[in-house]
RNA sequence: CGGGGCGUAGCUCAGUAUGGUUAGAGUACUUGGUUUGGGACCAAGGGGCCGGAGGUUCGAGUCCUCUCGCCCCGACCA
């Protein structure tokens, strides 16, 4: 019989003065979990029994879906990074250490070369395929700023899964599989979440979906359709063309002067014309591999650019900040930088800039622009999407509009296509004897950090609201006062019925008074608590039930079905 | 990695400008008593290398130097 009085839970009426958000301070506060060191948190018995619920949730759909769970050691040999390229691009992420004979080992951050490393040269042939393996499991990063509490933690429980098929369309199939079986475990948890096109970057691949759980502290910003399923991490969102264009300014093409304006609101204030037919120079320092150089990205003054688009767009690894100096050493000067006549550095227009009339931009010659422009001399230049999607714009799908969410992530499916099974020389034979490496998918779930996004999404001012499925117990027996036998005697009854039912339950036993009891229940977050106390005098007991903080008032003899009812 | 802040009892914090009894409060904990439907009350207790190391001084939680840790903003983040 689980008896709080026996139990470890340890509840404090202070928050934690490091914890900022909801789930941070609840989780710490109700004794879910405790932290050790910077992005390191113990599970205490309950944050156990919350992850071991997610997991179990994880386990049926995958079993559903024919994957296979294995687990592959944490401590993982350094050669397979160094062989698949990633020991650089992971960089410090990654925790190295040596063993007693001097090997160097990382601890896994996540698993694509120890499972190519485990289906290469064992699978080897097209008739093995397809195959999905996953394991959930503890990684490690040693991230730069760890922070929320589970949110963005060092060491964290993962799933990561991976598939490997002879074509592209069963790789299609099995993607779509898993985005159906990621949308049941997160129906499952009780959760309100959006299913989005996201940046693909610098894992590569031809496609990648986000999971994001819906709430006001997520870290990524999500645009959305008002009307349609239609959902983007800004990173990658896309938008209709626009169709509320406004009236162009009427000018022939001219050099004007225009001393001493240099933003876009000075110009459109200058010319009297919607910065609309502006046209924004924004100069970065693309960093590659190897070298770097400057690169200006053009819009249309009402549009920002969108940093990974733009990154993405020339296949640099960062943007920073290019210095005036840098700009004047090369003959630009900054508020008077224009697309026309100049070769002193490398452009990008934004397709929304293509063939765009009555334009107005920098003359590369201070305190001078032009005006009329027409962009269709540039049409030989190189054209991307450049621009950040804003509320209010079209969707690309429907005629519905975007409106900009936070979002959780806590899950990300890739199509990785052939980008690890290549390098790492995983290949098998397919029906004509011929060596193919294996077309992959990857799809991760962070495990612990659904734990946090459950009560990001489910608390109130006195704590956590775990969704049935998630929580620790579902029905907490609360003994208003313990020295009254009767009451003790018949919660003890009520429990054992409950239990035997299969409906995970707490005895609530411990000496202390109704409200302190009280307190805990909500702070904790039992989706139910059954308050027995001086109403079972009269035959009746009250059931308190957590999300609403209703209190109903049932027979004592009617508990189990009441509670049935209420799960349905 | 840049910028800022904080380390004193299990937890939340005073005390540090101006060095000076035995370092405090609240809470939590132990014991006894009174209470018992919204974090009760009374009484008596236990609990501290004031993050660490050096230094200045007759004397350092307090001043100086160096370190370590934690948090926040930013950069970064399959």
Redesign the pocket.
């Known amino acids: 019989m689980m008896r709080f009085s026996k139990a470890y839970i340890p509840?404090?009426?202070?928050?934690?003065?490091?914890?900022?958000?909801p789930s941070?301070i609840y989780l710490s506060?109700a004794g879910f979990i405790a932290?050790v060191?910077?992005?390191?948190y113990n599970f205490l018995p309950l944050g156990k029994r919350v992850l071991r619920k997610i997991e179990t949730i994880i386990n049926e759909e995958m079993a559903a879906c024919g994957a296979l769970e294995v687990d592959l050691s944490f401590v993982t040999p350094a050669e397979l990074w160094e062989e698949s390229g990633r020991i650089e691009?992971?960089?410090k992420?990654l925790l190295r250490f040596r063993d007693r004979k001097e090997n160097l080992f990382v601890l896994g951050?996540?698993h694509e070369e120890m499972m190519v490393n485990i289906v290469r040269n064992r699978v080897t042939s097209y008739k093995q395929l397809p195959l999905n393996v996953y394991q959930i499991k503890t990684?490690f990063?040693d991230?730069?700023?760890?922070?929320?509490?589970l949110m963005?933690a060092r060491e964290f429980v993962?799933k990561?899964g991976y598939s490997f098929h002879a074509s592209t369309e069963d790789l299609d199939r099995e993607f779509d599989a898993m985005e159906a079986a990621y949308k049941r475990v997160l129906e499952r948890l009780g959760l309100k979440f959006r299913i989005v096109e996201a940046d693909?970057?610098?894992?590569?691949g031809t496609g990648?979906k986000e999971l994001m759980v819906l709430a006001q502290s997520g870290?990524d910003t999500l645009a959305v359709c008002d009307t349609c399923e239609y959902g983007a991490n800004v990173e990658a969102a896309r938008r209709a063309p626009r169709t509320d264009i406004p009236a162009a300014p009427e000018a022939d093409f001219a050099r004007f002067k225009t001393p001493g304006i240099k933003s876009i609101d000075d110009l459109s204030a200058f010319f009297h014309a919607d910065p609309y037919y502006t046209l924004k120079a924004v100069v970065l320092r693309a960093v590659y591999t190897e070298g770097s150089e400057l690169v200006c990205f053009f819009l249309r003054g009402c549009d920002e650019l969108q940093?990974v688009k733009a990154r993405n767009s020339v296949g640099a690894?960062?943007?920073?900040d290019a210095s005036e100096a840098e700009l004047s050493e090369i003959g630009l000067v900054p508020g008077f930088i224009g697309p026309l006549d100049q070769d002193k550095i490398r452009i990008v227009m934004d397709n929304d800039t293509r063939n765009a009339t009555a334009m107005i931009c920098g003359a590369n010659e201070a305190d001078y622009h032009f005006v009329g422009v027409d962009l269709g001399v540039m049409n030989e230049a190189h054209f991307a999407d450049l621009a950040a999607v804003q509320e209010g714009d079209g969707c690309p799908n429907c005629s519905g509009k975007l409106l900009h969410t936070k979002g959780i992530?806590v899950?990300?499916i890739?199509k990785l296509g052939t980008v690890y099974s290549a390098p790492l020389k995983a290949e098998f034979l397919d029906e004509n004897g011929r060596s193919q490496p294996f077309i992959m998918g990857?799809y991760?779930?962070?495990v612990s950090r659904l734990v946090a996004a459950v009560i990001e999404q489910h608390h109130d001012d006195?704590?956590c609201i775990w969704t049935p499925s998630t929580a620790p117990y579902l029905v907490n027996v609360m003994v208003?006062?313990?020295?009254?036998e009767a009451h003790l005697a018949y919660a003890e009854t009520l429990y054992e019925a409950l239990q035997k039912q299969g409906i995970e339950t707490i005895l609530d036993d411990r000496?202390?008074?109704?409200?302190?009891?009280?307190?805990?229940?909500?702070?904790i977050g039992f989706p139910y608590t059954v308050?027995?106390?001086?109403?079972?005098d009269n035959g009746s007991?009250?059931i308190?039930i957590r999300s609403t903080?209703e209190?109903i008032t049932v027979d004592a003899d009617k508990v189990i079905d009441t509670i049935g009812e209420l799960v349905q």
């Open positions: 509840t404090t009426k202070e928050s934690p003065k490091d914890a900022q958000l941070h506060r932290q060191a910077s992005g390191l691009k992971f960089g992420e951050p996540t990684k990063r991230e730069a700023r760890p922070r929320f509490g963005r993962m990561d693909s970057g610098a894992i590569g990648s870290e940093e690894i960062d943007l920073v992530e899950g990300h890739f990857t991760g779930m962070g006195r704590g208003s006062n313990v020295k009254e000496k202390e008074r109704f409200g302190f009891k009280m307190s805990d229940a909500e702070l308050i027995v106390g001086k109403e079972l007991v009250q308190m903080r209190m």
